[in-house]
């Protein structure tokens, strides 16, 4: 069984401003197992980046612990937490390279203030470009990199310190899609390859369908869900959650009127059922319509799922049959009350 690289236990963080204390964090409890890819995922100011910079103590908690490999790390100062953060390395959304080094210069950093011989920090840096696919760029300032180059760099050498764990925030959010891409995959092939733990700050649902295998997503400063992606895709179970998986598509533009929100429900289809025209045959079977209000198909941690929101018939006997169908056919499927938020944007 895995263990526990890092716990938070009850912890809150309080900032004083100048209109008084603002809660950023509510008693969360909060952990992750080694090798996990793991996705904090929240709308802006809901604490996501705060709870990060806990982890590594760039902000000590008001209230409660955070536990690394089963050691306290609150309370720790100076050297000695220190020691523990040299296996905590952190990736970030605007890179924060030296201007005045080059790429392999940067990469060699954290290694000269380890005291690391500067031969034995060249090698490493020239594996370490190797590693990122960016050989070439060696002796490339960031001003001539781009910034997919830029972000390579930063992983390298965030890998420098031989990390057991790797935090990302919002790594990929001043990206274009085809370079988040790109970096998402090489995040996950560390994760897979080198068992680095990673925890992965976003407000991006598409960075958590391609890098994690979990998910928390934090409203209000506080944990409202957790748990496998796969399994929160199917059945989210907060409002939250809901928001933030099921894609807008064009909702916002199209409200769904009164009439249209009856007997509705969000269909998911595994690899099993994806390809096949369950919706189709049901409707030539029962003889009855549906309204179809949604539907796409994703690729979620390497496998394709589908979902569907439709309308059943109006009348309960038909749409219980309709029910009975999809649960014979083996598709998964909930009932959307008719005040559910689906569909509204995310941002960040």
């Known amino acids: 069984m895995a263990e526990h690289i890092i716990s938070l236990q009850g912890v809150t963080k309080e900032f004083d401003t100048k209109g008084g204390k603002v809660v950023a964090l509510k008693d969360i409890n909060l952990d992750i197992e080694e090798g996990d890819s793991y ?10 980046s705060t709870l990060v910079r806990t982890i590594n103590l760039l902000e000590q908690p008001t209230e409660g612990k955070v536990l690394f490999n089963g050691n306290a790390l609150t309370g720790l100062k100076g050297k000695d937490l220190n ?27 954290p290694l000269e203030i380890a005291g690391v011989p500067k031969p034995d920090a060249l090698k490493k840096a020239k594996e370490l470009l190797k590693v990122v696919d960016l050989e070439e760029r060696a002796h490339s300032y960031p001003s001539q990199l781009s910034g997919g180059q830029k972000q390579r760099v930063a ?17 990929t959010s001043a990206l274009d899609p085809k370079t988040t891409r790109s970096i998402l995959s090489l995040l996950k092939r560390i994760n897979e390859e080198r068992g680095i733990t990673l925890v992965v700050i976003t407000h991006e649902m598409e960075v958590i369908k391609q890098l994690c295998n979990k998910v928390a997503v934090i409203e209000n400063g506080e944990i409202v869900e ?4 796969q399994q929160i895709f199917k059945k989210p179970k907060t409002k939250a959650a809901r928001r933030l998986f099921f894609p807008d598509g064009d909702s916002r533009e199209k409200p769904l ?17 994806a390809g096949e025209p369950i919706i189709s045959n049901m409707i030539m079977e029962l003889g009855a319509p549906v309204n179809f209000l949604y539907a796409n198909l994703d690729v979620l941690g390497g496998a394709q799922k589908g979902q569907m929101v439709i309308c059943l018939a109006a009348d309960k006997e038909t749409a219980d049959k309709q029910k009975e169908y999809l649960a014979a056919k083996g598709v998964e499927f909930e009932e959307i009350e008719s005040d ?9």
């Not at 996705?39 to 996501?48: M, Q, T, V």
């Not at 390298?156 to 310190?161: E, I, K, V, Y």
């Open 257 to 273: 009127t009164k009439t249209s929100t009856r007997n509705r429900v969000r269909l998911v289809f595994d690899e099993a059922t």
């Open 83 to 109: 020691i523990h953060r040299r296996k905590i390395s952190m990736i970030f959304q605007q890179f924060n390279l030296l201007m005045q080094r080059d790429a392999i210069g940067n990469i060699m950093f």
């Open 226 to 229: 957790r748990g496998e992606v």
């Open 39 to 48: 996705g904090i995922i929240g709308l802006s100011g809901a604490g996501k």
């Open 340 to 348: 559910d938020s689906f569909g509204e944007e995310v941002s960040d």
């Open 155 to 171: 992983i390298a050498r965030a890998l420098a310190s031989d990390p057991e764990v790797i935090l990302c925030d919002e790594a």
